[in-house]
């Protein structure tokens, strides 16, 4: 069964200081993986994707990851980080369509990230 | 577009009531999923539609839990009798289902119940 970890519930970072959020995923097939963002009141709002190919995605707003297999780990970064980007961040896997054959999303439990001036 | 719509935002109920959250997917989605969001157990899927029909319900936690999509513009999570313990933020998405490729989630703005 698919699983997600994000080490550190919460993340604190200074206006344009880099964003390293984590994400750590178990999977039994190829995975599909995924950062949402879901600012406050909202629903979520898909930042990037990886399926297939280039390992190295990137998203909207400058965020980007990189899927890297041998580390299980699909972690988010940002060079800089801006006042906008504060918000809860989610990482999320699904298998490749094979589970009851749709693309079932198992998120992490998110990590909250504040940014300050 | 106006995306996925939910109603009612918020809801405060008290025990023992009868809770209908309603969902209206894009047009031209096939696939609709119920989403439920609480900071001990985070997001979970409840249920997924594929072409108005259930397909995965293993994620509705109990009896007290049903949902229905009548047509392919409307969906309504049904909770009967309420408990303290459903207060939650409920989440509604839909998608366009392709077999062999990944199907993007569009997520509605949730609704926020709160039960006393």
């Known amino acids: 069964a698919q699983s997600v970890t994000q080490l550190g519930s919460h993340v604190s970072v200074s206006e344009g200081a880099l964003v390293l959020l984590r994400c750590n995923y178990s999977s039994s097939v190829p995975p599909y993986l995924f950062w949402y963002v879901q600012y406050p009141n909202q629903g979520l709002q898909l930042l990037l994707k990886?399926?297939?190919?280039?390992?190295l995605v990137k998203g909207i707003n400058g965020f980007e990851a990189e899927f890297k297999k041998s580390e299980t780990s699909f972690h988010l970064t940002k060079p800089s980080a801006h006042m906008s980007d504060a918000a809860e961040y989610f990482c999320?896997?699904?298998?490749?369509?094979?589970?009851?054959?749709?693309?079932?999303?198992?998120f992490g439990a998110g990590t909250r990230l504040a940014v300050h001036p | 577009d106006a995306g996925v719509i939910q109603s009612p935002r918020h809801e405060v109920t008290e025990m023992g009531q009868e809770v209908t959250l309603r969902c209206k997917p894009i047009?031209?989605?096939?696939?609709l999923f119920w989403y439920r969001q609480t900071m001990m157990r985070g997001l979970e899927l409840l249920i997924y539609?594929?072409?108005?029909?259930?397909?995965?319900d293993s994620g509705m936690p109990e009896d007290r839990f049903s949902a229905k999509m009548p047509n392919a513009s409307f969906s309504t999570l049904k909770i009967q009798p309420s408990e303290p313990r459903d207060s939650a933020v409920y989440f509604c998405?839909?998608?366009?289902?392709?077999?062999?490729?990944?199907?993007?989630?569009?997520f509605g703005p949730g609704t926020r119940l709160t039960v006393l």
């Open positions: 998405a839909s998608s366009f289902r392709l077999s062999g490729t990944y199907n993007e989630q569009f």
């Open positions: 047009s031209g989605h096939n696939s």
């Open positions: 990886y399926t297939t190919g280039a390992t």
């Open positions: 999320a896997v699904s298998d490749q369509g094979v589970s009851g054959g749709y693309n079932k999303l198992i």
């Open positions: 539609f594929n072409n108005n029909v259930p397909i995965d």
